[in-house]
């Protein structure tokens, strides 16, 4: 894989002064010697409270891991990079430095699993034509949610929790961040799991690995699942009605092509989701 950008972003998000240590793109890499290299260490006060997501602080003495690598009871510590390093006790990043050690605001050390859905349809006129982009190719839109926590916009994607699986995990997201499932009467959830659960079942797997996110430390980073789901005629989700919910401020189905922003490296699988369906990109 190639250099971790977001990861080396120079503020840390959700703070307004905790600063990265800077790292050139040329000392990235663990392997390449960086002497003057001298990170803060960061970890947020809500993951040192010891929230359900969390795991203990073995910086200070407080709890153990041991099953680095390995699936950890229902906690996954694998890596979809393969086998990262524990140095001093603390895995490492697998991409290489991001100027800031110990956890930041994530919850687990090393992996964090995240799923991604994306939902895409063909961009249609009101004439119902399927508009075609520059390259003469038609144009894909997707679901996708404005964060709140820093306004980017992304696809709705959430955290794999303990002993959950990514299917299960891409349709509550969905559901949550897309639908706003938390605030619908229980007809209204059964109504919308109706037509998710059929849709959201039969996705492809264009992207398993590390995230270039915002968040990542050099001991705990993000790691996903991504699913593509197309809607080819544009008669399934074309019924769902689109409410942002939870994380999300906001929803729409957004063009994607290449000069869209995405938030981390989301912009990437998209590309290959259009690449999959030869889609405009
Ligand atoms: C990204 O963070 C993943 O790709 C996923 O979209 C998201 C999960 O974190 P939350 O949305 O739960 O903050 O790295
Ligand atoms: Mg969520
Ligand atoms: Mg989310």
């Known amino acids: 894989g190639g250099l971790h950008c977001k990861a080396r972003c120079e503020i840390y998000p959700r703070t307004k002064d905790v600063k990265r240590f800077k790292v050139p793109d040329d000392k990235v890499r663990w392997n390449v010697p960086f002497p003057e290299y001298s990170p803060p260490s960061f970890t947020t006060e809500t993951v040192l409270s010891g929230p359900y ?3 203990p602080d073995i910086c200070s ?4 891991i041991t099953k680095w690598n390995e ?5 996954s510590r694998v890596s979809f990079e393969g086998k990262y390093e524990v140095v001093d006790g603390l895995p490492l990043n697998p991409v290489g430095r991001t ?22 349809r063909w961009k249609r006129t009101e004439d119902d034509e399927i508009v075609k982009g520059e390259d003469g190719k038609q144009v894909m839109e ?3 949610v404005q964060r709140r926590d820093n306004r980017e916009w992304a696809i709705p994607g959430g955290m794999v929790e303990p002993g959950s699986l990514v299917s299960a995990t891409i349709k509550q ?22 037509k998710i659960e059929d849709f959201l079942s039969h996705g492809d797997k264009v992207y398993e690995g590390y995230v270039d996110d915002p968040r990542n430390t050099d001991n705990a ?31 729409q189905w957004m063009v994607c092509n290449s000069s869209i922003n995405l938030y981390a490296s989301h912009k990437s699988f998209l590309q290959e ?5 030869d889609a405009s990109w």
């Open 53 to 55: 997501y969390a795991d």
């Open 61 to 64: 003495g407080k709890g153990e």
């Open 71 to 75: 699936i950890d009871g229902k906690v």
């Open 99 to 120: 100027g800031i050690k110990h956890r930041g605001c994530l919850g687990r050390w090393g992996p964090n699993h995240a799923a991604d859905p994306i939902v895409t």
């Open 142 to 144: 997707f679901v996708s």
């Open 173 to 194: 997201e969905f559901g949550e961040e897309a639908m706003n499932s938390l605030e619908m009467s229980e007809e209204e959830k059964k109504e919308m799991h109706d």
């Open 221 to 251: 980073w993000m790691e996903t699942t991504a699913y593509h789901f197309h809607d080819n005629d544009g008669t399934k989700v074309g019924q769902f009605n689109l409410h942002a919910g939870d994380d999300a401020m906001a929803v």
């Open 273 to 277: 989701a259009a690449k999959r369906i």
